[in-house]
C-alpha cells in the first residue's frame, strides 16, 4: 500500500495528540517507583489521557485489554498491567502509550529504571534511547526507511546489542498502525522513500543478549528467549523538507 502523505490540518492534530502523550508519560514516569503495581501504572495513564479529551488508543486495539503496555526486565513489550505485578528496586520498565485526539494518533515509549538499577541496565536504556536519536537523523525526505532501520541497527550492534526482528515500527496517523513497516534491522529492502508529510513510529525494541523473543501465554506479552533485558523508546515523527520533526513531544518536558 502506498504510504500517506498527511495534509497540514492532519499533522496539526497529531501534534495535538503527540502533545498530550508526552504529558502522559511525564505523569507515569512520576509514579515509578518500588511497590507500585503495573495496574496502577495502566489507571494513572488512562486516567490522564481522558482527563486530557483524549482516548488511549491500545485499549481494546486487537482485544488488547489495556490503555498501557508495561513490560518489566526481559518483557519486551505488551506487558498486560496486572495488580498482581508489583515493581521492586532494579527494575527496568518499558512503558508503551498511545492516543488518540480528534482521529488522530500518537505513539510512544520509554523505558525506565526503577530505584536504584546496575549500570548494565542503565546503558541498555541509554544505548536503546540513542539509537532511536541515529535513526531520526536518516529520516530526512530521499532517504529510504532502510537508512533508519541500518542507523539504528549499526549502533546498537557496534555497542553489542540485539534488535529484535518480530517487531518493527510502523507508519501512523488516522490508524495507530499504518504503512509502511519500519524495521530496526536491515531487511534487504530498501523500503518506502521518505517525503515530506510522512508520519511514523521509530521505536528501536533493543536486547542486551539474543534477538529472538517468544509470546506467553496471555498471548500479548513478548519476552525474551535467554530472559535476558529488553528496553523500547519509541516516538512520532513527521518528516519534513528539512529536519524531522518529533511530534510525541511538549514543551519543557523531557524527551
Ligand atoms: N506501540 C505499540 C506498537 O506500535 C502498540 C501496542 S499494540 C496494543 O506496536 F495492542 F498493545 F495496543
Ligand atoms: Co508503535
Redesign the pocket.
Known amino acids: 500500500m502506498a504510504v500517506e502523505i498527511k495534509s497540514q490540518m492532519e499533522i496539526e492534530l497529531m501534534r495535538e495528540a503527540g502533545r498530550i502523550l508526552a504529558l502522559t508519560h511525564e505523569e507515569l514516569k512520576k509514579a515509578i517507583r518500588p511497590g507500585i503495581s503495573t495496574y496502577e501504572i495502566d489507571q494513572i495513564g488512562e486516567n490522564f489521557i481522558r482527563s486530557q479529551g483524549c482516548i488511549p488508543s491500545?485499549l481494546n486495539?486487537?482485544g488488547?485489554p489495556a490503555s498501557i503496555?508495561v513490560s518489566v526486565n526481559d518483557e519486551v513489550?505488551?506487558g498486560i498491567p496486572s495488580k498482581h505485578r508489583i515493581l521492586k528496586e532494579g527494575d527496568i520498565v518499558s512503558l508503551?502509550a498511545?492516543v488518540i485526539y480528534k482521529g488522530y494518533h500518537s505513539?510512544s515509549?520509554r523505558t525506565y529504571g526503577v530505584g536504584k538499577i546496575s549500570e548494565e541496565a542503565q546503558k541498555l536504556i541509554d544505548v536503546t534511547k540513542e539509537s532511536f536519536f541515529e535513526g531520526l537523523k536518516a529520516a530526512r525526505a530521499g532517504n529510504h526507511i532502510s537508512d533508519i532501520s541500518k542507523a539504528v541497527y549499526d549502533y546498537i550492534t557496534e555497542r553489542g546489542y540485539t534488535a529484535v526482528k518480530d517487531?518493527v515500527g510502523?507508519g501512523v496517523g488516522a490508524h495507530?498502525?499504518e504503512d509502511p513497516e519500519v524495521p530496526n534491522f536491515p531487511t534487504g529492502r530498501r523500503g518506502a522513500k521518505l517525503r515530506p508529510g510522512m508520519t511514523i513510529?521509530v521505536?528501536p525494541m533493543i536486547n542486551i543478549g539474543g534477538y529472538e523473543v517468544e509470546w506467553l501465554d496471555d498471548d500479548w506479552t513478548v519476552v525474551t528467549k535467554d530472559g535476558s533485558l529488553s528496553a523500547h523508546y519509541?516516538n512520532t515523527i513527521l518528516i519534513t523538507e528539512g529536519d524531522p520533526e518529533i511530534l510525541s513531544k511538549a514543551d519543557g518536558i523531557e524527551l
Open positions: 491500545f486495539y486487537n488488547y503496555c513489550v505488551h508503551d498511545g505513539d515509549a517487531l510502523h495507530l498502525h513510529a521505536e519509541e
